[in-house]
């Protein structure tokens, strides 16, 4: 059951922080979208220079081998980061065009990944996309003619992909029919508040989306019926990106680019374990 509670100060002093992912050992992980840094923040709150990608890094998650992989939108680039914290490009090109500006992405229990890139898109020019990467780098484009695909998650089921669009303030849905092809889009929820610009989100174990609604100061909870069913404070108008963690995996950890923090919020519920960490556990 979900509960009432205020956000906790949990680090400070990055510099547009997104993209929070946690390793095996507990660290959480963002990037710094000003600074180029991949910031390390220890579970007491430390934070630590773990790599600088030298552009602007966004989006961010773990794989299960234990690579930590970036959307660069500063570079266009889909890059591997290694244990080490040395670095390559994964995939820069999808039909022999580069790509523009990746911003967020998640695996599949196969080890595949979906990223958006929204790119010089906006309502006057939806020429945002979204796409479908194996492990060993083929790529192809699932969705096209957005304004600006921006969040990106699958169900626990992994037949479900949700793409949050921001300008229209919405998240659509898709079936996944097999990997890399997904079918009948349709809109989950959209916002009638003007100032929300919804970014990036995570799923808890029984389906209901935590979406950080950037310029609103809140994180909205919607239910795989669509409805916003509560709303937690942020810490700051702009929260960028959530993701859950903490001893009993009930705490979601907000990136907020107000403060540049990251804050905590213990809300009862426990978050939808990621395909890469279930293929950590089942490796343990």
């Not at 809109?187 to 990036?200: H, I, K, V, Y």
């Not at 809140?218 to 993701?243: F, K, M």
Request: charged letters at 20%; aromatic letters at 10%.
């Amino acid at each position: 059951m979900m509960k009432d509670a205020t956000p906790q100060l949990f680090a400070s002093g990055l510099a547009f922080p997104e993209g929070p992912c946690f390793d095996r050992e507990g660290n959480l992980f963002v990037v710094n979208c000003r600074s180029g840094d991949i910031s390390r923040i220890s579970p007491d709150g430390r934070v630590s220079c773990f790599a600088n990608t030298g552009g602007s890094p966004n989006g961010a998650a773990f794989a299960a081998d234990g690579n930590l992989y970036i959307c660069e939108a500063g570079l266009g680039q889909l890059l591997v980061v290694h244990p080490d914290a040395t670095w390559e490009v994964f995939v820069d090109r999808c039909d022999g065009q580069p790509l523009r500006s990746p911003n967020d992405l998640v695996f599949d229990q196969f080890g595949n990944l979906y990223f958006t890139d929204p790119g010089g898109s906006n309502p006057d020019n939806p020429i945002g996309t979204v796409h479908f990467v194996t492990p060993g780098g083929e790529i192809t484009k699932i969705d096209e003619g957005m304004q600006f695909p921006n969040g990106i998650a699958l169900s626990g089921d992994g037949r479900t992909l949700v793409v949050v669009e921001t300008y229209p303030r919405c998240v659509w849905q898709y079936d996944v029919v097999r990997p890399g092809v997904v079918t009948n889009k349709r809109m989950l929820w959209q916002s009638d508040d003007e100032r929300n610009l919804p970014d990036g989100m995570a799923y808890d174990e029984q389906g209901n989306l935590y979406l950080a609604s950037f310029g609103t100061g809140l994180i909205d909870v919607i239910s795989p019926q669509g409805e916003t069913v509560r709303q937690y404070e942020a810490g700051g108008l702009r929260p960028t990106n959530v993701a859950f963690g903490g001893p009993d995996f009930s705490t979601i950890y907000i990136t907020e680019c107000e403060t540049d923090c990251v804050y905590t919020l213990d809300v009862g519920m426990k978050g939808l374990r990621l395909f890469p960490d279930q293929a950590m556990q089942d490796d343990c």
